[in-house]
């Protein structure tokens, strides 16, 4: 399997906290690698650093087919999507125009481009009749499923999800899932921090249990929710699954 | 003495070079008040060293200062110092940088509701802080600031009647020089105020309709 992006010996701080403290991974091509651990861990932050959205104090972050110079770091934020917890649409676009703002400001696509790529992603999430109304029109998880969309139409090449279930209501969690689970089926590269624990034993290919900063245990979800290695791991788990 | 109507018919074509005068002075400086008003906001969002503290030291000097004051500053302290402006453009300097400060402060409330979130939000796109704050910060700040702004634009209205003072043309300017000859003050004081008020109204319409039409991505 081709390595997409490799993480080597990655450390954050903030002024004298040390949040993540040295970590090593490699995310494969199409691959679905999701991240579980408890709060303040570091988990938000290890995903920050992912698209230089918070820049790391030290490490690397290289992304294949970069040679990991300067203006890598750009390409990093270019290249790689990410969709956050609570939305954030641009409230005062309609959904189309959150959709094509950016790949014709950035990518330079032409508006009717733009506009008919736009179309196809929401048609795919169901929500192409929504196409000329507003954020604030639309419910938590449409909002959600509006802001995968907006992200994939970047083209990234890996997309980053940072808890985008946590602020749903639970009878439009499922409706988000299913449209992560549909772009992991056609290989997507996706890095997934989530407390959905069905989720990740179904679709993920490697979890992540990760705690004060650190990779405490990396497997297959049938191995770590079945037989993990780590004390701390199995710990955490009883806590979230009982 | 009663009121004679008549007489403020005669006058009538006076008035009118006198509204438009207000008219084009207001329009404009409201204008370029708000492009002050970005600027100011902008620069003081993005910390940009030495402008903030100059933006921050012009917000203090005109909110702490009569408005009749920075005018005779601008129309006699100036030429001083070899900066002669004709009536009109002092005028409107007067009326633009005092209406400025209003807005910098107007828009800096509205940008202070946009969230890191949203900031995040475009940076995850690629936007750059620059994109951001054109595209996303103050469209939706001016949303937001719309209905201080609007007051500051109709106290801007009002106070063009300051320029009488150094000798513009202007409403306030016509009905003044009138009573020095016909002694017709009610009738022209009466004109002049039921002028300003239909002044206030137009505008204070044409925000609420821009208003409604903003909103719309904000209203359930
Ligand atoms: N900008 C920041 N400045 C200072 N400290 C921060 C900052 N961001 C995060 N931290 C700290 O880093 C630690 C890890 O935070 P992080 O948000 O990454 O945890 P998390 O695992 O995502 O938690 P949660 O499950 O609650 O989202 C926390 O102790 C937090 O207080
Ligand atoms: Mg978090």
């Known amino acids: ?242 | 003495m009663s009121f004679d109507f008549d007489y403020l018919l005669t006058q009538w074509p006076a008035l009118l070079d006198g509204l438009w005068m207000t008219l084009q002075v207001s329009a404009l400086s409201i204008l370029l008040s708000l492009l002050i008003g970005v600027l100011g906001a902008g620069i003081k969002l993005f910390r940009l060293p030495g402008l903030t503290q100059l933006v921050a030291l012009y917000v203090e000097l005109i909110r702490n200062t009569p408005i009749l004051v920075q005018l005779f500053f601008i129309f006699y302290g100036l030429p001083a110092v070899g900066l002669k402006l004709s009536l009109y453009w002092s005028g409107v300097l007067c009326l633009s940088l005092w209406a400025g400060a209003y807005q910098i402060e107007n828009l800096r409330g509205g940008l202070a509701t946009v969230d890191k979130g949203l900031r995040e939000a475009g940076a995850a796109l690629s936007l750059s802080s620059r994109q951001f704050f054109r595209l996303i910060a103050i469209p939706i700040a001016f949303r937001v600031s719309l209905p201080a702004m609007l007051n500051t634009a109709i106290s801007l209205l009002k106070n063009s009647a300051y320029l009488q003072t150094i000798g513009l043309a202007e409403l306030t300017f016509v009905a003044v020089d009138r009573i020095a000859t016909d002694f017709r003050a009610i009738e022209m004081f009466t004109a002049i105020c039921v002028i300003y008020l239909a002044l206030v109204a137009v505008l204070a319409l044409l925000a609420g309709r821009l208003e409604a039409h903003l909103q719309r991505p904000f209203q359930q």
């Open chain 1, 1 to 242: 399997m081709n390595t997409l992006m490799s993480v080597r010996g990655l450390r954050k701080h903030f002024g004298d906290a040390d949040v993540i403290k040295g970590v090593d991974l490699d995310i494969h091509e199409g691959e679905v690698v999701v991240v579980i651990g408890p709060s303040g861990s570091g988990k938000s932050t290890l995903i920050r650093c992912l698209n230089n959205l918070e820049p790391a104090t030290a490490g690397d972050i290289v992304l294949s087919g970069s040679n990991g110079g300067r203006d890598s770091l750009a390409r990093l934020r270019d290249e790689v999507g990410m969709v956050f917890q609570d939305y954030t649409l641009f409230p005062h676009l309609s959904i189309l125009r959150n959709m094509t703002l950016a790949p014709m400001k950035l990518r330079g696509l032409a508006r009717a481009e733009a506009e008919a790529q736009a179309m196809k992603l929401l048609e795919r999430v169901g929500l192409a009749h929504k196409a000329h109304a507003y954020p604030a029109e639309l419910s938590g998880g449409q909002q959600q499923r509006v802001a995968i969309v907006r992200a994939l139409a970047m083209q990234p090449r890996l997309m980053l999800f940072d808890e985008p279930t946590s602020a749903l209501d639970p009878e439009t969690v499922n409706e988000v899932l299913q449209v992560m689970k549909e772009l992991a089926a056609e290989g997507t590269t996706m890095v997934v921090v989530t407390h959905e624990m069905g989720f990740a034993r179904e679709v993920a290919d490697r979890v992540i249990f990760f705690d004060g900063g650190r990779i405490v245990e990396c497997a297959p979800p049938a191995q770590l929710f079945s037989a993990p290695c780590e004390e701390r791991t199995r710990q955490f788990l009883t806590h979230v699954l009982k």
